[in-house]
């Protein structure tokens, strides 16, 4: 049963009971909502409403929280910065950190990676590390251009952007794998929508840290009896092979990316779901703010790897194939809640996305049309 109040909230879920405590005047509700994994290493799922992934967001308040967690970075801090957002979920949030960050310090030499599940041919592998409690443990941190590969390994200064944290561990690791890849690191800060760590996992890391977030707080998780997801599918953890044409971020940039797409014209009063595939997320935002300017009505969400139970947040669970060759299941959730006129799917490659989302549609009783992007980027 969900308890909400302006700074609590406590969820009994089929794994266990959630309990949420803010600091400050702060509305949980409002930036997040729970579920359960279907994952026997964690049972809940913190779901944000402002990231565009589980839930539908509209593309100013994405927009919005990017901006707000890249003004709370210092400004002073020691130069080479890298930026790294953390696959799947954070990667539209890092690269929209990121840009706020490069707009507010045009002149700082600042670069930006993600780890990712796929990998890219020919690129240089700097750093691997496990996020022990995923449904896909293993990120990866790839550079394709050795120049910029040798200017990341000077870095002073690492900005490590993730959806939320629970109980730091994945920052500590990934901190660890990068200061290894980059033994000049002087300082690191974290980014991420919410924080229930309590900023415990600080004084673990490896280097002076400093902790941002939209909201801070406390958790407590009481694991229930019951198995309810007793095994991950065997192949949740299997890299996929990202295209030639695939976005660059995966392997480094200096500036925020666009993809090269096909023009789209939506209907004035059009309300558009802009679909996100995996990583390749932050391009659904860009498609959604356009559509938002044209006279559209725009919500983001993402195909992702993550496996949830129906039921709390998740109020529809349909299935997808991964396009990127790994054999992981696919999962959509809430496909219906923006009530769309139509959908949009921004891909990296085609594969059987359309038929799957006509599918999942028809299942939940709904014919709207379904349009697919294909997006490649350049040098």
């Known amino acids: 049963m969900l308890q909400a109040k ?21 509305d949980i509700a409002a930036l997040c909502d729970v579920a359960a994994r ?41 130069e080479p910065v890298v930026v790294l957002g953390m696959a799947e979920t954070a990667t539209a949030l890092g690269q929209g950190v990121f840009a706020g960050y490069r707009r507010r310090h045009p002149a700082t030499l600042a670069y930006y990676l993600q780890t990712s599940r796929q990998t890219v041919p020919d690129a240089l592998r700097i750093a691997s590390f496990e996020e022990g409690h995923s449904h896909a443990t293993t990120h990866l941190v790839q550079i394709g251009d ?4 040798a200017h990341v390994r000077q870095a002073r200064s690492l900005i490590i952007v993730d959806d939320e944290c629970s109980t730091g561990g994945t920052f500590i690791a990934g901190a660890e794998a990068m200061l290894a890849a980059m033994p000049g690191l002087e300082r690191i800060e974290t980014c991420c929508i919410t924080d229930w760590s309590n900023g415990s996992y600080k004084q673990r890391m490896p280097v002076e840290t400093g902790g941002h977030a939209l909201l801070h707080g406390d958790m407590t998780w009481e694991p229930g009896t019951a198995s309810t997801a007793s095994r991950l599918a065997a192949s949740s953890n299997t890299p996929g092979t990202a295209p030639a044409t695939g976005m660059k971020s995966r392997t480094g940039l200096k500036d925020p990316e666009q993809a090269i797409r096909p023009a789209f014209e939506p209907g004035q009063g059009e309300r558009i779901l802009v679909l996100g595939e995996g990583e ?10 356009e559509m938002d300017a044209a006279g559209a009505i725009a ?22 194939s991964d396009s990127y060759g790994s054999g992981a299941p696919c999962y959509l959730y809430n496909l219906l809640a923006h009530d769309p006129d139509r959908v949009v799917i921004m891909s990296e490659v085609g594969g059987s996305q359309v038929a799957d989302a006509k599918a999942a549609l028809a299942a939940l009783g709904s014919d709207i049309p379904v349009t697919q992007m294909i997006c490649s980027y350049g040098s």
């Open 6 to 26: 302006a700074a609590t909230m406590t969820v009994e879920l089929e794994t266990g009971i959630l309990s949420l405590t803010a600091h400050g005047d702060h």
């Open 299 to 320: 919500a983001v969400q993402c195909i992702t790897r993550s496996p949830a139970l129906p039921g709390h947040a998740m109020q529809s669970v349909s299935h997808f």
């Open 38 to 78: 279907a994952n026997p290493k964690r049972g809940f799922l913190i779901v944000s409403r402002i990231l565009g992934r589980h839930l539908p967001a509209l593309p100013a308040a994405m927009r919005g929280a990017m901006e707000d967690l890249a003004a709370m970075i210092p400004a002073d801090l020691p």
């Open 146 to 149: 050795r120049a910029m590969a």
């Open 280 to 289: 390749h997320s932050y391009e659904a935002l860009l498609f959604a703010e």
